[in-house]
């Protein structure tokens, strides 16, 4: 009776000890995508904004030969 006692507690620790290990890599791998979800976000926004200076585009117009080339200033 003590050793199937014995077996089960052993199974039941070693049940606990896989089950808590992958739910710990299952977290910090969770934060370690949503931190890089937020700097990706964060660099988008400031793309985006950066998009919308004018300073930081070159606009193009169509030639006569219909290539796109710089507006001669």
Avoid: C, H, N, Y
Avoid at 54 to 69: A, Q
Wanted: net charge positive.
């Amino acid at each position: 009776m003590t050793a199937i006692f014995f077996r089960l507690v052993v199974f039941v620790l070693i049940a606990a000890a896989v089950f808590f290990g992958v739910r710990r890599i299952w977290r910090d791998w969770k934060g370690q995508f949503q931190a890089e979800d937020k700097a990706k976000l964060e660099r988008d926004r400031a793309e985006r904004d950066r998009m919308k200076r004018s300073d930081d585009m070159i606009t193009l117009k169509r030639d006569k030969d219909g290539k796109f080339r710089p507006p001669e200033e």
